[in-house]
């Protein structure tokens, strides 16, 4: 589908999505200097009375449901062939699948967001709607000091509560979507949708959505939560949005107490150990540390700490990753990318320098080094000196012209290292950047 000049009075920059149903597209108003998300229905459903009067209702429920926490709608129209279109504030956070396209979010930060949600869908609910299809990438991110601001998107499946017992279309996502909407005329009410909260809290927590019949994932209290949202009776899952929420909030305030104790009792010990490390790397090749005047960042438990250089700095993520991308069992653990852009660098066509560091539990499986198709050419392996560790590092050169990687594993302070550095150009920072590279304690 062609990018056209404008939608409206709005001025078409790209598009940002597109599903069965309807594109969306990034858009300008220059009149309030702001940016826009259209959402236009697809052409060839515009005859169809059914699907054009649902995109239309939807309009009219997220106007209704008005919440700082779900998606407004701001303008509607019409285009010349007559496909109706919605406009939405422009969500510059991205989506929650996007976030998840990384791996599982630490719990805390899960529990928060799914709470979040519990909270929007409590107003739709107190509005008498349904949303019907809650899943991550419905769920969108506006970029607010201290934590982004979740809000929940897409009511194209909302329905009114008082219809709820007569639907006879079976509606949502497999995965996502409670047993009972897969029944035609099985009847629905606000526990189909804490069912849906529960399953996008498993992804949160997992890194995949639920699969029926195993239990779900999470310790006390977050598996009694996850496992309660998740029954397959809806009589014995939470009574309302508000009340998961609210077990939501709790759980992850005990969280966040325990947190703040080991940050407490990790700064007291910081120094020291901080102090070891430098004494264990004095002795190793790379134990100059970095270029003056670079740029250091460290994960969000403080693991691992990297410097880069000014220009490759920009965008820091530090929630963690998953070791399964090493062929290791999968899982969270601490990590951090650090670019100017860091959705942008993960493509291998991207030309964007960064790093990437991330700490594995050792004694299991032997970790596995990503290959790089052509042409990328592999340079002869070498070892080198890190952090007490003897590093192997696996250079691949000539990919996407100027574009080189260089993958490194080692064994430090009792726990496995793997680092990426992607480089633009033909000098070769591998060796500064492990020079700046700083451990802490890790089990």
Not at 47 to 68: C, K, Q, T
């Amino acid at each position: 589908m062609p990018v056209p000049d404008k939608i409206g009075r709005y001025r078409v920059l790209r598009r940002i999505g597109s599903g069965a149903f309807a594109t969306v597209w990034l858009g300008a108003d220059d009149a309030l200097d702001a940016s826009v998300a259209i959402k236009v229905l697809a052409d060839n459903w515009t005859y169809h009375a059914d699907l054009r009067a649902r995109f239309e209702e939807e309009g009219r429920i997220m106007r209704r449901a008005d919440s700082p926490l779900l998606v407004r709608v701001l303008d509607v129209g019409e285009l010349p062939d007559g496909r109706p279109y919605l406009v939405m504030p422009f969500a510059a956070g991205g989506s929650l699948a996007e976030r998840l396209a990384d791996g599982p979010l630490p719990v805390e930060e899960a529990l928060l967001v799914a709470a979040d949600i519990a909270d929007a869908v409590a107003v739709l609910h107190e509005a008498g709607v349904l949303h019907r299809d809650l899943k991550p990438s419905n769920v969108l991110f506006q970029p607010a000091p201290g934590r982004d601001r979740v809000l929940v998107a897409d009511l194209g499946l909302a329905k009114a509560l008082a219809t709820a017992s007569g639907f006879t279309i079976a509606a949502g996502t497999p995965g996502y979507a409670a047993p009972e909407q897969a029944r035609l005329g099985g009847g629905l009410d606000v526990r189909a949708d804490v069912y849906g909260i529960g399953a996008t809290l498993h992804h949160m927590l997992t890194g995949r959505p639920p699969v029926p019949g195993e239990r779900p994932a999470g310790k006390k209290p977050v598996g009694d939560i996850v496992r309660r949202a998740l029954h397959p009776d809806p009589r014995k899952r939470f009574e309302s949005a508000a009340e998961l929420g609210a077990e939501l909030r709790s759980a992850a305030d005990s969280i966040g107490q325990v947190t703040r104790r080991r940050k407490v009792w990790r700064t007291a010990t910081l120094v020291a150990a901080a102090a070891a490390v430098l004494a264990v790397s004095a002795g190793s090749a790379a134990a100059g540390g970095p270029p003056p005047g670079w740029v250091r960042v460290r994960d969000a438990g403080g693991v691992l700490s990297i410097a880069v250089p000014p220009a490759w700095a920009g965008q820091l993520r530090d929630a963690g990753w998953d070791p399964a991308a090493l062929r290791l069992p999968a899982g969270h653990a601490p990590g951090l990318v650090v670019t100017k852009d860091v959705v942008a660098w993960a493509d291998p066509a991207s030309v964007l320098p960064g790093v990437f560091a991330g700490a594995f539990t050792t004694g299991g499986p032997q970790p596995v080094l990503p290959e790089h198709p052509a042409p990328c050419v592999r340079r002869p392996d070498r070892t080198l000196a890190v952090a007490g560790g003897q590093a192997l590092i696996r250079r691949w050169t000539a990919c996407a012209g100027s574009v080189s990687y260089s993958e490194v594993l080692f064994v430090a302070r009792g726990f496995g290292v793997y680092v990426q550095v992607k480089q633009v150009g033909a000098v070769d920072r591998t060796d500064e950047v492990l020079a700046g590279l700083r451990l802490s304690a890790y089990s």
